[in-house]
Every structure is written in structure tokens, then in C-alpha cells.
């Protein structure tokens, strides 16, 4: 059983930056790709970026060139920094596998003023 605790989330004004990061724990971090979503009010959850064991990193469109997935295996944490933040990018962010395997942990609130 992998359980995933994420921190990091706060409130940040537009231009700001925040690191986010996700724990794993419960089980060695045996996942190949781990990443992050995210869910803003009313709407899907949707993916925001992923990371192979290996480094290989995909991001979507609105986050490209702003925000940076990294890995640390040895700690079993996923990291995620998010620069240039606009309001559009609030919303609680999570961490899991590509297909959503394990169980959705709580979240981190991240919130951009305008």
C-alpha cells in the first residue's frame, strides 16, 4: 500500500512561486511515473505534470515553461515548483500515478491572488 502525503500548498500572489512536494509512504516508492493534478472548483481534475523513474518529464500545456516535476527516489517524494503563478492555477494539487493507482491523498491547497 502506497499512501501519498502532499505539502507545500499556500497563498501566493500572481508572479509568486511555490514548492509543492508529495511523500510517499507505506511502501517503497516502486511507481515509474508519479505526478501531479490538480482540481479547481467546479471543475475536473486534471493532470498537471509527470516524471519518470528516470527523469523524463511531460507537462501540460498551461503549465509548460512555468512549472518543474523532479524526483527523489531514495526520499520517495515527488517535488513540484511553480513559478510565474497566475489566479488560473488555483486549485487543490495532488500527486499519483499516471492511471491514478493508489489512494488520493488529501491535498494541498494552492491559491494565486490577482
Known amino acids: 500500500q502506497v499512501d501519498l502525503v502532499e505539502s507545500g500548498g499556500g497563498l501566493v500572489q500572481a508572479g509568486g512561486s511555490l514548492a509543492l512536494s508529495c511523500a510517499a509512504s507505506?511502501?517503497?516508492?516502486?511507481?515509474?511515473?508519479i505526478g501531479w493534478y490538480r482540481q479547481a472548483p467546479g471543475k475536473e481534475r486534471e493532470s498537471v505534470a509527470f516524471?519518470?523513474?528516470?527523469?523524463?518529464?511531460t507537462y501540460a500545456e498551461p503549465v509548460k515553461g512555468r512549472f518543474t516535476i523532479s524526483r527523489d527516489n531514495a526520499a520517495n517524494t515527488v517535488y513540484l515548483l511553480m513559478n510565474k503563478l497566475k489566479p488560473e492555477d488555483t486549485a487543490v494539487y495532488y500527486c499519483?500515478?499516471?492511471?491514478?493507482?493508489?489512494?488520493w491523498g488529501q491535498g494541498t491547497q494552492v491559491t494565486v491572488s490577482s
Open positions: 516524471i519518470s523513474s528516470v527523469g523524463t518529464t
Open positions: 499519483n500515478s499516471p492511471s491514478g493507482a493508489y489512494a
Open positions: 507505506g511502501s517503497p516508492f516502486r511507481v515509474n511515473v
